[in-house]
């Protein structure tokens, strides 16, 4: 289990509270900006949450007044004549698929602006819950780049082309609420309700059936560019692997016993 990390300059503060893996971007100075710095310990704490039998849930927030504002532009590793494609196969590529594919479920607890890379890194959790005065940025086409960190996948899943495009083209600040509204993200709270409320929700889904949850993140995400028949199969055959579990053995002896369930399987 990763151990609690105190020192502030490090990019990423990792601990855990009970079946919760929290990890909070840290270089508040530059809003918490991706360095290779940084993901060197972000794909591996996601690695080691995943590994981690005893971590139910993870929530992912930002130091400071910030979420992310995407890759960092001073880092050294991209100054320069970079091969932005290369960055992108080497850190986001992997982030995207790791989150898309965690053995729990992952919150997003955006506490301030979330720009670029930090707007989709955010978007790729299964569930985001923003500070009111959160904004949501696409600001890749002021740099004269397209949405990576999987935006052009996600952003028409969630929103639909028309917004979608007018947000990437655009670059518009889209504040919480709204972005609650058009159904881009879960839920907006008040500022200061913002940790209670992500870690009350990652606490309740810790103790929910994991490797359920995990499969329905697969199911819809594999059932979208699927015909219904294709996507009737695929039910059935999660149905048929999850049924053989302990956790449905176990959830359906609960609720006929009138007590809480234990679920183990991940
Ligand atoms: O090669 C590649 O680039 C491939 C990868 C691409 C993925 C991407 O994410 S591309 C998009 C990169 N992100 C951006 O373009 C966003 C840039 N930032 C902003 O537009 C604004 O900072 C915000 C709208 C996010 C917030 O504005 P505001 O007014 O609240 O804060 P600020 O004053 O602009 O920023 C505060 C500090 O953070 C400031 O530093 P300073 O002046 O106090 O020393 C600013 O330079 C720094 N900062 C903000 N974003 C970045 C950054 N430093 C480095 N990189 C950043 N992305």
Redesign the pocket.
């Known amino acids: 289990m990763a151990e609690p990390i105190s020192s502030s300059t490090v990019p990423l503060l990792v601990s855990t509270q009970g079946a919760v893996r929290v990890l909070m971007l840290n270089r508040p ?3 918490n ?1 991706f360095t290779a710095a940084m993901h060197a310990l972000l794909l591996p704490a996601l690695e080691d949450a995943a590994a981690d039998a005893t971590v139910r849930a993870v929530v992912v927030t930002g130091a400071g007044r ?1 979420f992310c ?6 880092d050294p590793a ?1 100054v320069g004549n ?1 091969d ?1 494609g290369a ?2 196969e080497r850190h ?1 590529r992997p982030l995207v698929l790791r989150l898309r594919t965690m053995p729990v479920p992952v919150i997003a607890a955006v506490n301030g ?1 979330a ?4 707007a989709n890194f955010a978007l790729c959790c299964d569930f985001v819950l923003a500070a009111r005065s959160a904004v949501f ?1 696409q ?2 086409s ?2 004269g ?1 397209v949405p ?2 999987g935006g052009t996948w996600l952003l028409p899943r969630l929103v639909g082309r028309a917004r979608a495009l007018g947000l990437a083209m655009t670059g518009d600040k889209l504040p919480a609420e709204e972005a609650v509204r058009i159904g881009l993200i879960w839920q907006a709270v008040d500022d200061t309700a913002l940790m209670d409320s992500a870690m009350a929700l990652a606490q309740r889904l810790a103790a929910m059936p994991a490797k359920a949850l995990a499969e329905t993140r697969r199911a819809i995400d594999a059932a979208a560019p699927m015909d219904l028949a294709d996507a009737l199969r695929l039910e059935a055959d999660t149905q048929r692997e999850l049924g053989r579990g302990h956790d449905f053995g176990e959830g359906v002896a609960a609720f006929f016993a009138k007590r809480p369930p234990v679920f183990t399987d991940r």
């Not at 504002?69 to 001073?74: I, V």
């Not at 720009?115 to 930090?118: K, L, R």
């Open positions: 100075a530059a809003l900006s910030g504002a995407g890759q960092d532009l001073n991209m970079v932005v960055v992108i986001y602006v720009a670029g890379a930090g940025i600001a890749f002021k740099i780049l990576d960190c």
